[in-house]
């Protein structure tokens, strides 16, 4: 079993930053592809970014390209998403999932584990 957990998220303005974590409780998401999901209010969970377990494939959500960035540090503890230039449609609780050897899919099916979700929300 792993136990996801994210966090960073919070109230920012329009046009600001946040960087979202993500680790693993008790152990590396070293053979994880991971990815990124938001929910907005009345809306259906919806795909953001996700990357592959070695790091080098990573894919987008139009809606997020070139704007937001997801990443794994070294030692792969830790997936991030940064987002920048934030709009208040990237308000949303946003999820981390772990897809094991996982090549960055953008699916939620693809996915075998879970976070309970981190609040971002954006102001005009």
């Known amino acids: 079993q792993v136990q996801l957990v994210e966090s960073g998220g919070g109230l920012v303005q329009a046009g600001g930053s946040l960087r979202l974590s993500c680790v693993a409780s008790?152990?590396?998401?070293?053979?994880?592809?991971m990815g990124w999901f938001r929910q907005a209010p009345g809306k259906e969970r919806e795909f953001v970014a996700a990357?592959?377990?070695?790091?080098?494939?990573?894919n987008y959500a139009d809606s997020v390209k070139g704007r937001f960035t997801i990443f794994r540090e070294n030692a792969k503890t830790t997936v991030y998403l940064q987002m920048n230039s934030l709009k208040p449609e990237d308000t949303a609780v946003y999820y981390c999932?772990?897809?094991?050897w996982g090549d960055g899919v953008r699916i939620e099916s693809g996915y075998d584990y879970w976070g309970q979700g981190t609040q971002v929300t954006v102001s005009s």
């Open positions: 990357i592959s377990w070695r790091g080098f494939i990573t």
């Open positions: 008790g152990r590396t998401l070293t053979k994880f592809g």
């Open positions: 999932a772990a897809d094991f």
